[in-house]
T-cell receptor, first 116, second 110 residues
Framework: GDSVTQMEGPVTLSEEAFLTINCTYT??????LFWYVQYPREGLQLLLK?????DKGSNKGFEATYRKETTSFHLEKGSVQVSDSAVYFC???????????????FGTGTLLAVQP | DAGVTQSPTHLIKTRGQQVTLRCSPI?????VSWYQQVLGQGPQFIFQ???????GRGNFPDRFSARQFPNYSSELNVNALLLGDSALYLC?????????FGPGTRLTVT
């Protein structure tokens, strides 16, 4: 079945360092890809998305490019801040699922800790 | 505008008991999905409802059930609770292919 694999954490960086969190996926169709962020004691928030190959999603300085050839959707940010400390989830929408909205399949999450 | 709301925030139950969790979607959203997030893991899909009809079910036992009301709010019911049901239960409402999550209900089973 469809699945998402992302790098294990925690990832610990100093402020202003470059961030990469790897994400690869397995899907039978043509999924949409997402990055969600979960801050402490808060719900999941959509960070960015891409709906087709070569699309680049971006938001708040974060970027990810949908790479069909490598089945990847790596999250990057050029200069992290302490306020970026959170758990990041890569997810795909299941293209084989019918209904009003495709269900989301999540990776296990990567904890990012940014130190001042 | 109010986001997705869930109640209660926290809940402690004993093994074998039953629990009902509630969710109110964003105004105008007709689809509600439920996810279970065990500590240290990503959310797992439980149910989706659209216009009061079940549109999908994840790999969860029949102890889990849900329904959606005419005002599009939803309830998730879990019977015969097990220790392994301890988790954060997330509700998401959706529109135009994007899902918006509520803060969750933290269920602890002792």
């Amino acid at each position: 079945g469809d699945s998402v694999t992302q790098m294990e954490g925690p990832v610990t960086l100093s402020e202003e360092a470059f961030l990469t969190i790897n994400c690869t996926y397995t899907a039978t169709g043509y999924p949409s890809l997402f990055w969600y962020v979960q801050y402490p004691r808060e719900g999941l928030q959509l960070l960015l998305k891409a709906t087709k190959a070569d699309d680049k999603g971006s938001n708040k300085g974060f970027e990810a490019t949908y790479r069909k050839e490598t089945t990847s959707f790596h999250l990057e940010k050029g200069s992290v801040q302490v306020s970026d400390s959170a758990v990041y989830f890569c997810a795909l929408s299941d293209p084989s699922y019918g209904g009003a909205t495709n269900k989301l399949i999540f990776g296990t999450g990567t904890l990012l800790a940014v130190q001042p | 505008d109010a986001g997705v709301t869930q109640s209660p925030t926290h809940l402690i139950k004993t093994r074998g008991q039953q629990v009902t969790l509630r969710c109110s979607p964003i105004s105008g959203h007709k689809s509600v999905s439920w996810y279970q997030q065990v500590l240290g893991q990503g959310p797992q899909f439980i149910f989706q409802y659209y216009e009061k009809e079940e549109r999908g079910r994840g790999n969860f036992p029949d102890r889990f059930s849900a329904r959606q009301f005419p005002n599009y709010s939803s309830e998730l019911n879990v019977n015969a609770l097990l220790l392994g049901d301890s988790a954060l239960y997330l509700c998401a409402s959706s529109s135009l292919g994007e899902q918006y999550f509520g803060p969750g209900t933290r269920l602890t089973v002792t």
